[in-house]
């Protein structure tokens, strides 16, 4: 069975839990104490993962960490379908993961001083996230014109989107106003109506009504 | 006496919210049961958080904090920790209302909205950075662009690829800012 090393109030942890309830599989989630015990530095995390970051999964003795490898290693083997990481369009979904990790080192780190004491310099991160979201508001607001819903032109969402969402819909728990970027806050309430979609801490406190179709 | 153009009616769809500026206002625009489009302040009279942070089910929005429902006209007919009784004496924040042309208009007095949207002659507020005024308009694709410049009012061309480098260059604009 798969393990996944997790937290519950990382939004990389989120996507990875995420996609495994949408993939159906079985896992086991070990709990580490990344704040205030700082495990993820210990020796026993360090051991999985050197970089001391969360998360990362284990299987059969094998470790991939990476938020968005991690996406990547599990759309690969255990998505039939094909839609979660469309084969024909690789390079617009790793455009998306890449931003999705630019999105931690802004969005995430602002939230890491506000919520968790971090010492960093919280007014480049929430300028730096907030020039992310102008440029990811724009590409969804032109996707919604052109009648699309998702990151990538295709009907259903994939793992670019899975990459992008939380830290976005975590955005003011690090200060950062989500008011001003309408198309990002459809996208997110899309996101949020899917089918199996469980909130973090953080991100939706309640579940939300459902549509009439 | 100022009518604005607060939101899209396509936009503020069952169930949903809407979160747009007035002014310096916050709002929260969420359509209810009756069909009707509502514009509140977006501060529950309780403790100021955000009404648009809870959840609009359709016959009452429900504050995220402690659960007061609001009706449609505003009143709070019921509160968690009164048992569930109501405090109607309480209300949000209610504006004045009408949709024409495809936009939600809001007032501070009587809602009026006049003429054609598609002349640069309305003040458009949309949800905005408080320092950076929204009032854009794309016309032609029917949406509210979400990318402006304080007392900018910019009307895109109708080919998509000149359409697009304007709102890139208003974009990149609003980085150097």
Same mark, same amino acid.
């Given at each position: 069975m798969i393990q996944l090393h997790d937290y519950p109030l990382s939004g990389n942890c989120f996507k990875v839990r995420f996609l495994l309830e949408q993939l159906d599989l079985e896992y086991q989630?070990?709990?580490?104490?990344?704040?205030?015990?700082? #495990?993820?530095?210990?020796?026993?995390?360090?051991?999985?993962?050197?970089?001391?970051?969360?998360?990362?999964?284990? #299987?059969g003795g094998e470790a991939v960490r990476d938020a968005q490898a991690i996406l990547v290693y599990l759309a690969t083997a255990y998505d039939k379908s094909g839609k979660w990481f469309p084969r024909d369009r690789q390079g617009e979904v790793y455009q998306w993961l890449a931003f999705a990790d630019q999105l931690t080192g802004s969005i995430s780190a602002a939230r890491l001083h506000d919520a968790m004491f971090y010492r960093l310099d919280v007014g480049k991160a929430?300028?730096?996230?907030?020039?992310?979201?102008?440029?990811?508001? #724009?590409?969804l607001w032109f996707a919604e014109k052109d009648g699309h819903e998702w990151l990538l032109p295709l009907p259903h969402p994939t793992i670019g989107d899975v990459a992008c969402f939380p830290y976005i819909a975590l955005a003011e728990e690090g200060g950062i106003d989500l008011a001003p970027f309408s198309s990002v806050s459809r996208w997110m309430e899309r996101f949020m109506r899917l089918k199996g979609f469980k909130p973090m801490p953080g991100m939706m406190p309640l579940p939300m009504p459902k549509e009439t179709p | 006496m100022t009518s604005y153009v607060v939101a899209l009616e396509k936009d503020v769809r069952d169930f949903s919210i809407v979160r747009?500026?007035?002014? @310096?206002?916050?709002?929260v625009i969420w359509r209810g049961a009756s069909g009707a489009i509502n514009v509140w302040l977006d501060r529950c009279p309780h403790r100021s958080v955000r009404l648009s942070a809870g959840r609009n089910m359709g016959g009452y929005l429900e504050g995220v904090y402690h659960g007061w429902k609001f009706d449609e006209s505003g009143k709070v007919t019921q509160v968690p920790a009164l048992q569930g009784r109501p405090s109607e004496d309480i209300t949000a924040t209610v504006y004045s209302t009408a949709v024409a042309d495809g936009f939600v208009w809001a007032s501070?007095? %009587?809602?009026?909205?006049?003429?054609?949207a598609g002349e640069p002659c309305y003040p458009v507020h949309i949800a905005a950075p408080? @320092?950076?005024?929204?009032?854009?308009?794309?016309?032609?694709?029917?949406?509210?662009?979400?990318?402006?410049? @304080?007392?900018?009012?910019?009307?895109?061309?109708? @080919?998509?690829?000149?359409?697009?480098?304007?709102?890139?260059?208003?974009?990149?604009?609003? %980085?150097?800012?």
């Open positions: 989630s070990i709990l580490v104490d990344f704040y205030p015990g700082y #495990e993820h530095k210990s020796p026993r995390f360090l051991d999985i993962n050197p970089l001391g970051q969360l998360p990362a999964i284990v #299987e929430r300028s730096d996230g907030i020039r992310l979201l102008r440029i990811i508001d #724009e590409h | 747009s500026m007035m002014g @310096d206002k916050p709002l501070e007095e %009587e809602c009026a909205p006049s003429g054609s408080v @320092d950076q005024v929204r009032l854009h308009v794309d016309a032609s694709a029917n949406h509210l662009t979400p990318w402006g410049i @304080d007392r900018t009012m910019v009307y895109p061309t109708g @080919d998509p690829v000149q359409r697009r480098a304007e709102l890139s260059a208003i974009r990149r604009r609003l %980085e150097e800012s």
